[in-house]
Each structure stands twice: as C-alpha cells, then as structure tokens.
C-alpha cells in the first residue's frame, strides 16, 4: 500500500513560499547582493581599475596560492559574463555612507554617468551589465553638491561603494573646512616631486600628507597625489623628500632668480592661473626660475622663452 502525504492549499502555499524565500536574494540600494563580489585580474594599478561582478566557487586557500574561482555574473575589466576565472584580486564591498566619502577614500562606482556625474544603478540590469570601477577621492569640495572627484571625474555620493571590512583605506579626513586661495589650493596641499629640482624646469604634482617625515623615514613623506604632474598618477601614495608648501606669489617676489610654480596651462602664449578647483589639481604645474622682469609693466615675468603671468606664480612658503 502506498502512503500519500496530502496537504491542504493553505499548506502548500506556506511551503512553497517558505522555500522560495530562503533562496531570494537580500539586495542592497545598488541592486547587489553580499555574496557578490568585484573581481579583476590584477591588483588596482594607478588612478583607477575596471571590474567585473562575480560570485565564488572555490574559495582561496593556501592550496590555491590564495586564488578563488569565481563565475562572472557581471562582465567587466578582461571578463565576459559567465567565464569562470581564477583570481587573487577581490572586494567584498557595500554601500557607502555619507561620512564615508572622505579624502584618500578607496571607492566603487557604476561606470554610467548624469550629466556628466557618475550615478549608481537604476535596476539590477544596470547593476550587473553596465561594468563597476575602482578608484580614490581626491577632492572633497564638492560635498556641498553631493560630490566628490577622483581626478578629474566627479562621482556621485550615491553611486559610492567602499570595502564591506569596515576598514576604510583613506589619507584622513581634510581641514573641516577648506580655505582656498587665490589659485583654488588650500594650505594642506603641497606640490610634491620624485627628483629634486633642476635648475631650469620640472613638473611637480599636488600632494596631501598622510605621513609626516619620522627619523627612520630619512626624511622622506608619504602623500596622496591629489593632482597628476611629474610622473606620478593622481590617487596613488608615493614617499618623497621633495615637497614644497606654496602661496600665491606677492609684489616682493616678482624678482629675478625667483624660483616660482605655475600651472601649466595658457592664454594668447602666457601662463596663466587656474580659474577653477579642476584646473588648479587637474592640469599640472610646473617649477621654473625667473630669468627676465623686463616686462612687469605688461603684468609678465620671464623663465626663458616662457612669459608667464604674474596671476599664475606661487613661491613657497
């Protein structure tokens, strides 16, 4: 005789929901789950990295060399959306708060923009075919806007992601509230170099300190770059013993044998300074000596062939 187990509507409705929502997915405001991770093929190298979204199928152990499986759910970097690759190079991450969108900050984000802004999905779809990037804040002046830049792009606070350890990896929260000057730098910033400088011309980048020099540093500091010049790439950490805390340059320094700083950019074939925050990290500077006064009565100054503006011409500190 065969025993049949029959259960009533009402019943099987509670089961078949019930093992329905042990297997829905929780998904955060970005359309993610927490077992979704990005993964790339090497480590995060420069300004930035592109990702893909994956899902693990072999943990990493030490019997992989601390590589995993993963299926690609989402293509980007080098993956195409249901390879299976191994890799070392992966972050659990979640939604950022508000606070989180510091100076220094390591972050995620969509790789869609509005209006020129990167914004975060508007659906899962989005979410796992649209591609993610890495990269750090550089600037923070754009709160006020629900903004930050890394480099020359801006990222909206809602497409922001950062690592789910909780250990944010950030320079330090900036000066409460920045003080720009005539060249839109703050006093935090300083203009940095891996060589010290020639006697005719050098680019240098912009730099905040995240180490100070100790007795066992020789000297040297370490800084995020904030603004590319040199041979440095804005958001990296670089030490160096060449740094310069600069100001505006002054009637008094308008002299010859002056050692000066100007952005490196111009108008009718004269350097000029910076009209905006982007211009004065995004476009680089240059340090050079005044070599010629002959024209300060056309606002000008000399380094060799170059005019420069006296609008453009930091000294330091």
């Not at 509670?14 to 329905?20: I, N, R, T």
């Not at 993956?79 to 100076?103: D, F, I, K, M």
């Not at 203009?191 to 980048?205: C, K, N, Q, R, T």
């Amino acid at each position: 005789m065969v025993h049949r187990i029959l259960f009533g509507a009402a019943a099987l409705t509670a089961l078949c929901a019930g093992g329905a929502s042990a297997q829905r997915p929780t998904y955060d405001r970005h359309f993610l789950d927490s077992t979704e991770v990005f993964i790339a093929p090497d480590s995060m190298s420069g300004a930035s990295q592109y990702l893909a979204v994956g899902r693990v199928l072999t943990p990493p152990s030490p019997a992989t060399r601390n590589e995993g499986q993963y299926l690609v759910v989402g293509g980007g970097a080098s993956y195409t959306t249901g390879q299976r690759v191994w890799t070392r190079w992966v972050w659990s991450t979640r939604p950022a708060s508000a606070q989180e969108a510091a100076l220094g900050t390591t972050v995620f984000c969509l790789n869609a923009t509005e209006n020129d802004v990167y914004r975060s999905p508007r659906d899962r779809n989005e979410a796992l075919n649209t591609g993610w990037w890495m990269t750090v804040i550089t600037d923070v002046s754009d709160l006020y806007r629900q903004e930050v830049r890394a480099g020359e792009y801006r990222l909206g606070l809602d497409c922001l992601r950062v690592s789910a350890s909780g250990t944010a990896d950030r320079a330090g929260l900036p000066p409460a509230q920045a003080v720009y000057d005539a060249h839109f730098l703050d006093s935090a910033e300083y203009f940095i170099s891996p060589d010290e400088l020639s006697e005719g011309f050098a680019y240098v980048a912009v730099g905040r300190m995240v180490v100070g020099p100790t007795e066992t540093s020789r000297g040297e500091a370490q800084f995020l770059v904030v603004g590319s010049g040199a041979s440095y790439t804005i958001g990296q950490r670089v030490w160096t013993r060449y740094y310069w805390r600069t100001r505006p340059a002054m009637q008094q320094d308008w002299t010859l044998g002056k050692r000066v700083f100007c952005l490196n950019a111009t108008e009718g074939e004269v350097y000029r300074g910076p009209r905006n925050r982007s211009e004065a990290l995004n476009t680089g500077w240059w340090a050079t000596t005044i070599t010629d006064v002959s024209d300060l009565y056309r606002q000008e100054v000399r380094a060799g062939e170059y005019r420069l503006g006296l609008g453009c011409l930091r000294v330091v500190r």
